[in-house]
């Protein structure tokens, strides 16, 4: 009796082993197949999908073969794993382990999107809507909507984006996207706010970024940032209009077509800076940190004018018969390719 269980026991150890090497040659199998892929195949995951489902998917596609088997080594191995959504990129002669552990990692496709200084919020949306990649769910929305579906109602939109190079992967919306740049130049604003110069004629932080902002339209040498936010903040505190085109041509909108002139500089909207008295109400533009960090830190001297050279740079100059001598030089002899600061903005790719 003891005999035949023992047979028994080596029987069943055998055929334990030899079920173990087949289930081993078969998992190794489907792992190191090569995937039916062209060049530069993009498999989607979308939100919610389960290793399994998108495996089924596959093979029901022709990518791979031996999905139960695949299945089977994701549950044993890596049950504890979230399957990420979005895309991962593959190439011919990846394999069926290749792209789990792509799927381990969550190694997804990622696309950019770069705001830009000097930005009206209309370009923001415009660039925003050119990404086929990022769900578009703002498009029917005004802008004081948009503000809401991001958590700030009531907030005017101008200004309020940091310009810079953000990342997303499909799945992905541009209301996610505008709530990073939104938070980022919160923060940026408030860590240069706490450093700011003291006796600046500015009550809040949102003072500072209106001032920034005509900086950034006024600026096309960088180095220049300082002297103008001098500019500025002295012609503040002495009363005197602050008299910058870049506002004038913001409170036209769309009936500006390029050409400033003498009746728009005398027409009263709330951005005329020839007509009204210290700042426009709201930002006219997106700014970096460089403009903010200059509106609170502005450059001492005793400038009250400046004037574009059409370069890029300005002439200042303390008094008006200088700045005067500086318009008749720089502007009633202007170039053929005279331009004003700062540089065209790049159009929306």
């Known amino acids: 009796m003891i005999r035949k269980l023992l047979l ?3 029987g069943g150890v055998l055929l334990a082993g030899l079920l173990l090497a087949i ?9 190191k197949q090569p995937l039916n892929v062209p ?5 989607e995951v979308p939100a919610g999908a ?3 489902g998108v495996l089924n998917r ?6 791979l073969h031996d999905a139960f088997w695949l299945r089977l080594y994701w549950r044993f191995n890596l049950s504890g794993q979230a399957l990420h959504s979005g895309e991962y990129q593959l190439n011919p002669g990846a394999t069926a382990q290749d792209m789990l552990t792509l799927w381990q990692r969550g190694d997804v496709v990622q696309y950019s999107l770069t705001l830009v200084e000097g930005w009206s919020f209309r370009q923001v949306r415009a660039a925003l809507a050119k990404q086929v990649k990022l769900e578009q769910t703002i498009t029917d929305l005004t802008d004081a909507q948009i503000m809401e579906r991001i958590g700030q109602p009531g907030v005017f939109p101008e200004g309020r984006f940091f310009p810079d190079t953000y990342r997303y992967v499909r799945g992905m919306s541009d209301v996610d996207l505008l709530k990073q740049a939104f938070a980022r130049l919160a923060a940026v604003l408030d860590e240069e706010w706490q ?3 003291a006796n600046l004629p500015y009550k809040e932080a949102y003072d500072a970024l209106i001032m920034a902002s005509m900086i950034e339209k006024e600026t096309g040498v960088p180095q220049e940032r300082g002297q103008i936010a001098g ?8 009363g005197m209009q602050l008299q910058t085109d870049p506002t004038v041509i913001y409170g036209l909108g769309e009936r500006y077509t390029g050409k400033l002139t003498r009746a728009h500089l005398r027409e009263a909207t709330p951005y005329n800076t020839y007509v009204i ?3 426009p109400p709201t930002p006219i533009a997106m700014v970096g940190r460089e403009a903010i960090h200059a509106a609170v830190h502005p450059v001492d001297g005793k400038s009250l004018y400046f004037v574009a050279r059409g370069d890029g740079s300005h002439v200042f100059s303390d008094d008006l018969d200088a700045h005067n001598q500086a318009v008749r030089e720089f502007q009633l002899k202007r170039r053929a390719d005279y331009r004003s600061s700062p540089a065209p903005v790049p159009a929306v790719q």
């Open 195 to 197: 450093k700011r110069d």
């Open 39 to 43: 060049a530069g195949y993009v498999m």
């Open 8 to 10: 028994l026991l080596e």
């Open 23 to 31: 289930f081993v040659w078969q998992q190794n199998g489907a792992l």
């Open 277 to 279: 008295a210290g700042m």
């Open 231 to 238: 500019v500025f903040v002295r012609r503040l505190q002495q």
């Open 58 to 63: 596959l093979e029901s596609e022709g990518v």
């Open 50 to 52: 389960t290793p399994g």
